[in-house]
T-cell receptor
């Protein structure tokens, strides 16, 4: 009965490839987020969507494109992967912007 | 600038000792502050928020607007408290800024 789920859990790919990470929440929340956690465990917000609309887009390269087909899903597509993209990516959701966030288990992306 | 500072990357204490994880923030508006915890091999989860003023797993945190701090405290640390702790600031209702995190290690 997972609240926020992400697939895949692990992703190993080569430089230059394009990959997607999927996120789904069954909490009925209006807001969803993507975070990047680097090797030093620093957690930084990348995007935030509210009711399928982009409300936060931090200084993330254009190679990263979020897509929200509906309120329950927020997918992350990454083009032309680079070594520096290796990290753990977390999806999260909240009832409304600014309230408690529920996190997914994370996707560990390794670019070789 | 909006910022959350957790000055300690690693905090190591003995079981039964008091623990304080520091968090300072920089924000001109009215802050909403949270502490999140990530246990080994588990997902990040909310520990407590300043508006609820409650104690969770023996932890408390008081917002001090004068010192712009939101330190997390527990009088007697337990081994199961070992985890990564993140202080988070929510600004303007939309943006969440996390601190760099403090790894707490409680020794037997």
């Amino acid at each position: 009965d997972t609240a926020v789920s992400q697939t895949p859990k692990y992703l190993v790919t080569q430089m230059g490839n394009d990959k997607s990470i999927k996120c789904e929440q069954n909490l009925g929340h209006d807001t969803m987020y993507w975070y990047k956690q680097d090797s030093k465990k620093f957690l930084k917000i990348m995007f935030s969507y509210n009711n399928k609309e982009l409300i936060i887009n931090e200084t993330v390269p254009n190679r990263f494109s979020p897509k929200s087909p509906d309120k329950a899903h927020l997918n992350l597509h990454i083009n032309s992967l680079e070594l520096g993209d290796s990290a753990v990516y977390f999806c999260a959701s909240s009832q409304e912007s600014g309230s408690e966030q529920y996190f997914g288990p994370g996707t560990r992306l390794t670019v070789t | 600038a909006q910022r959350v500072t957790q000055p300690e990357k690693l905090l190591s204490v003995f079981k039964g000792a008091p623990v304080e994880l520091k968090c300072n923030y920089s924000y001109s508006g009215s802050p909403e502050l949270f502490w999140y915890v990530q246990y080994s091999r588990q997902r990040l989860q909310l520990l407590l928020r300043h508006i609820s003023r409650e104690s969770i797993k023996g932890f408390t945190a008081d917002l001090n607007k004068g010192e712009t701090s939101f330190h997390l405290k527990k009088p007697f640390a337990q081994e199961e408290d070992s985890a990564m702790y993140y202080c988070a600031l929510v600004t303007g209702g939309f943006k969440t800024i996390f601190g760099a995190g403090t790894r707490l290690f409680v020794k037997a």
